[in-house]
């Protein structure tokens, strides 16, 4: 039997229709997709296609928020069902948007990153800049991976890169940035300093896996940083 296509599930994703949502991943996890597939290939471009048609004005609050909550309900179900990779004894700090869309997005980032045998640390979003910080010192993660961030939301996200390097809890961090305004603002990740960039999971993934420690940089005491133009706000009000 072939597996539910994304096309298949969409119908009653947006319709808001859980039960039938339910029977298809069912359906596609006993022919012969795994869990890890059925994310990668049905609810996470789910999500994204619910976020176009949302921004596009072509679905409804109800009917995104409807969306956005069937796919979290499943995607909690399936965090069981994902094959587990063995320890890889890294840790990676994932934080998002305030909102629920990306709430989503952060916690299928942190279910994949954890079957790929990472230590996901998932703190969701609205959490304070010192907190973040604190956190980073205490956890000592290799990555704190931003994901879905709104274009609203690019400001802040550069003043916590730039409050991370200042404070100088884990020089070696690796910053990474993935979905919302990052994959439609080509170059925005550059312009906000962060280290990394991936517009799929799979990717961001792959990515963490072979990114090397972000090297300390030698600075003379006393003398200022050189800091970058601030255009990431010039792409934002583009972007709004």
Known sequence: ???ESLDTYMEPLLSGNRLACREIIQTSLETCRSGREVYERILWPAMERVEKLFRGDRISTVVEHMATRINRSLADQLQQTLPKNPAKGKRILIMCADGEPEELGGQMCADLFEADGWNAYFIGGGVPHDEVGATIGKLRPDILLIFGTQPRDVPRIRE???RIRDIGANP???IMVSGGVFNRADGLWKEINADLFASTIREAIEIANTA????????IPG???KRRRRRAVALVGAEA
């Open 223 to 225: 003398t200022p940083k």
């Open 160 to 162: 916590l890169v730039d």
């Open 172 to 174: 070696a961090l690796n």
């Open 212 to 219: 090397e420690p972000r090297p300390i940089e030698a600075r």
């Open 1 to 3: 039997m072939r597996p």
